[in-house]
């Protein structure tokens, strides 16, 4: 590394920020570098990571820090460098393109452009040194170089022949969408679910929480206990493997093996939101505490880690970490990582001899596979056994050995929160932060807390006052050491939406659901397809050759399923007829892919069933923050119903706000003084109830499962 910065050092990225003393003279991205390249008639060398990506540090240090792969690049290049997370239209293009080129995609991604932003040639980690037969960086460059000199206009061919199929290729055309899309997508996740070890498919295995919404969803409406044996089977293999964080709570970002059991550590916080929901599902429908106490977990992982004084909530930890036992020396998971000798010692031997048996702790270490040799001696903490196999075992009662593993649980994460923790990404993010506002919304309802409840609201204020512009109504994406910046995204304004509609649905303030709906507009008018149907996913930038519409639910839904559920949420809230019509009509300009590939985009699925079923209403005449008004809240927490909205009368603000959209709210009264429950469906309400145990019946009556 060199003492001198290049052009990343005023950015606030944490990832350019590790580029920053390069020698490789990086420019983050804008005019400026485009500019330059036109100029000086210079190809583009774009390279898009994270600050948390494993391989993007592996490249960083062998390529990037290389001073005479360095000196290649500027010689021949203008360089950029691009955090996804803080562009991810940036970062959707270039992958579409990277993957039409190679059959697959990841991080970090090496694009080779045109002056004028167009890809030619792309690939994701490069070797310094070539291997198998494969070029090492510098042949590439070498290569790229010489092809520029004397055959650009093959370049130049290349370029625009893959512009107009990725054009084609994203463009939609709205047909009917078929009636059994659902029980096809079933079908098919049934087809490749893995019956011993939970998921679908084979290693890696991805946790993908938009399954669990689409195969929960479809069970509401069928009552087939196969699509809810599939995700409680899966939750639990996962809460039970090395995947989770055994000690500290929180889930890693994906499992290596098909067991679950070795992990890529990072940990994102769309995960531990998107999980926090599935696991709070689950609960719902089972009533089984072990769901819940994995939510809890989440949670207090979250507001232990991930969560800035102020209100907002950070991105990611790294997979890479100090090894504890060879300081100075960083490895894949080091930091949760433990030798049995240390686990004894730490514990005592009676103490450890229980907690190792449960936790499959052997002398050797306990990894599958390891390729790298990272984890030889090492053990990854997983549920071996249970407490009742432990007490047969050990000849104690399970009361005895539950107490021992908790106590030594935490004699553990105490010793383990003495070493060096790994990166944190402390940046912001506005979409990532209101998927998190919507599971805490939840999880404080349906666990009872309303510490929980009050962290959610926390964050949608933080979210207000430091990336929400009230004049314009724009939302900024990325919040870090005191600056806002980057223009919001479709998914900054989808999953904001989403969170607030949650929040608004356990807190009944009325200025949730105003900023709800105004969000909502705001985002009509800036990524609406008004030619081709649905929303694109980013505003306009000239220099990205396409705006994207992502048709793939993936680690995170598709900003257009979640676009789709909000308007019929909203629409079916506030009686927007116009929203439900477009509603519609995004689901319809993406009928091809559903048709087609159902299980590909189970979150638009989601929205497809909510369409179909006729609107649940329970609206709760009460004064706000009374104890029996609470009590018939708490009572409709605990039923799961994907299809429900929960409207409170409380003869003040929020009901006039409802009154004024959905005239029948306006009747809408207490009986004798008490708090009075109206179930409905389809806005025909039920006779009113003033008894917990009369509003359970009721709730307890809709669903097929029920």
Not at 646 to 653: C, E, P, R, S, T
Request: hydrophobic share 40%; charged share 25%; aromatic share 10%.
């Amino acid at each position: 590394m060199t003492e001198k910065p290049n052009h990343l050092i005023n950015e606030k990225s944490p990832y350019l920020l590790q580029h920053a003393y390069n020698p490789v003279e990086w420019y983050p991205w804008g005019d400026e570098p485009f500019t330059r390249a036109k100029k000086e008639d210079k190809p583009i060398f774009l390279s898009i990571g994270y600050s948390t990506c494993h391989w993007c540090h592996v490249m960083a240090h062998e390529s990037f820090e290389n001073k005479k792969i360095a000196a290649l690049l500027n010689r021949y290049f203008v360089c950029i460098k691009v955090d996804r997370e803080e562009r991810p239209d940036v970062d959707q293009m270039y992958m579409a393109a990277t993957m039409a080129m190679n059959g697959s995609g990841g991080w970090p991604m090496s694009v080779f452009l045109l002056p004028d932003g167009r890809p030619f040639y792309a690939a994701t980690y490069i070797p310094a040194k070539g291997m198998y037969g494969r070029p090492g960086f510098p042949e590439i460059i070498d290569a790229i170089h010489k092809a520029w000199q004397g055959r650009r206009d093959e370049l130049e061919a290349s370029a625009s022949k893959l512009i107009n199929a990725l054009e084609e290729q994203h463009q939609v055309s709205a047909s009917a969408i078929k009636p059994d899309v659902d029980d096809r997508a079933f079908s098919q996740l049934s087809s490749e679910y893995d019956a011993v070890h939970g998921g679908f498919g084979s290693a890696p295995k991805f946790p993908r929480p938009v399954l669990f919404n689409f195969l929960l969803q479809y069970y509401h409406k069928t009552g087939n206990k196969h699509a809810l044996n599939m995700t409680l089977t899966t939750l639990t293999a996962m809460a039970g493997g090395g995947m989770y964080d055994q000690l500290g709570g929180g889930f890693h970002r994906y499992s290596v093996d098909g067991q679950w059991r070795i992990p890529h550590f990072e940990k994102m916080l769309y995960d531990q939101a998107q999980l926090l929901h599935s696991y709070l599902d689950a609960y719902q429908i089972t009533g089984d505490n072990r769901y819940a106490e994995v939510a809890r977990s989440i949670v207090c992982y979250v507001l232990r880690v991930m969560h800035d004084p102020r209100g907002g909530f950070y991105s990611a930890e790294d997979a890479d970490s100090e090894d504890p036992y060879a300081p100075g020396k960083h490895g894949e998971g080091a930091f949760y990582l433990w030798t049995e000798k240390d686990i004894v010692t730490t514990l005592g031997t009676r103490a450890a001899n229980i907690f190792n048996f449960c936790y499959g702790v052997e002398f050797d270490g306990n990894a599958l596979q390891d390729p790298q040799h990272e984890f030889t001696g090492r053990n990854i903490l997983y549920r071996a056994r249970t407490d009742e196999e432990a007490a047969d075992h050990f000849s104690i009662s399970v009361a005895e050995v539950s107490a021992s593993l908790e106590k030594s649980r935490a004699i553990l994460l105490a010793k383990r929160a003495q070493r060096v923790r790994p990166h944190l990404d402390d940046k912001i993010i506005t979409a990532w932060n209101g998927l998190m506002i919507g599971a805490l919304a939840r999880a404080g309802a349906i666990l009872d807390d309303p510490k929980m409840t009050s962290a959610s609201a926390q964050a949608a204020q933080f979210i207000r006052s430091t990336l929400y512009d009230p004049a314009t109504g724009l939302l900024k994406r990325r919040y870090r050491d005191g600056e806002a910046a980057h223009t919001g995204q479709l998914d900054d304004y989808a999953f904001l939406v989403a969170g607030l509609l949650d929040l608004y649905q356990v807190r009944q303030e009325p200025q949730l659901l105003s900023w709800a709906m105004d969000l909502t507009a705001k985002s009509i008018t800036l990524f609406r397809d008004d030619k081709g149907g649905g929303f694109f996913d980013s505003v306009v930038d000239e220099r990205v050759p396409i705006r994207m519409k992502a048709d793939y639910d993936g680690a995170e839904p598709a900003s257009n399923s979640v676009a789709a559920m909000n308007l019929l949420r909203l629409g079916r809230l506030t009686g927007n007829e116009d929203w439900l019509a477009l509603a519609q009509k995004t689901l319809d300009a993406f009928s091809n892919r559903i048709n087609s590939i159902p299980q590909a985009v189970p979150q638009m699925l989601c929205a497809v069933m909510l369409l179909q079923e006729k609107p649940e209403q329970v609206v709760i005449a009460g004064n706000r923050d009374t104890a029996d008004t609470m009590a018939m809240e708490a009572e409709v927490w605990r039923h799961f119903n994907p299809n429900r909205v929960v409207l409170l009368a409380d003869g003040g603000d929020n009901q006039n706000m409802l009154a004024k959209m959905l005239p029948f709210m306006q009747s809408v009264t207490m009986k004798d003084g008490r708090a009075t429950a109206y179930v409905c469906r389809d806005f025909t309400c039920r006779l009113p109830v003033t008894s917990v145990k009369d509003l359970a019946d009721r709730l307890t009556g809709s669903g097929k499962n029920n």
